[in-house]
């Protein structure tokens, strides 16, 4: 008698889960979910990693912030990209030098199969205050909900 309960446990556990499942939006495909990070001055850097399949276009979405209020979307933001395959001294795939100014995605096709790094960094000499941003990668080139 026991056991047909914890079956009728598991049963309705997993209806459970595969009803709130079927409310997730697919259409963000996430590969990294939204991260928040800093930059406190020039030349600071912050790193990231995801995996990558061979012929999947990425998407690299930042939001730039110069303090908890201020958005930066203008053409004073200053959060560069590049991301490298296999390591932090790998082939670089791509640079993206207005990532913070605008609402277009950085994006690659990856070539190959594995770990992709990605550099989130300025190079500013202007930057004094410091930059804070939210970085998100995605399979879909609509920009994703919850930044």
């Not at 939006?25 to 061979?54: A, H, K, R």
């Not at 979405?61 to 560069?80: F, G, H, L, M």
Request: hydrophobic residues 35%; neutral net charge.
């Amino acid at each position: 008698m026991k056991n047909k309960f914890k079956l009728l446990g598991i049963v309705a556990l997993c209806a459970v889960i595969g009803f709130f499942a079927m409310g997730c939006d697919e259409g963000d495909q996430f590969i990294m979910n939204w991260t928040s990070g800093t930059l406190p001055s020039s030349g600071s850097q912050q790193w990231y990693t995801f995996s990558v399949t061979s012929g999947t276009t990425y998407y690299i979405w930042v939001k730039e912030y110069w303090s908890n209020s201020v958005s930066a979307y203008d053409n004073y933001a200053d959060v560069r990209l590049d991301a490298r395959y296999g390591s932090q001294t790998g082939t670089v795939i791509f640079t993206y030098s207005d990532a913070g100014a605008n609402n277009s995605p950085a994006s690659f096709t990856a070539n190959q199969s594995g770990t992709v790094h990605l550099r989130v960094y300025h190079d500013s000499v202007f930057t004094m205050m410091g930059t804070m941003f939210r970085v998100a990668v995605t399979t879909s080139n609509s920009r994703p909900a919850g930044e």
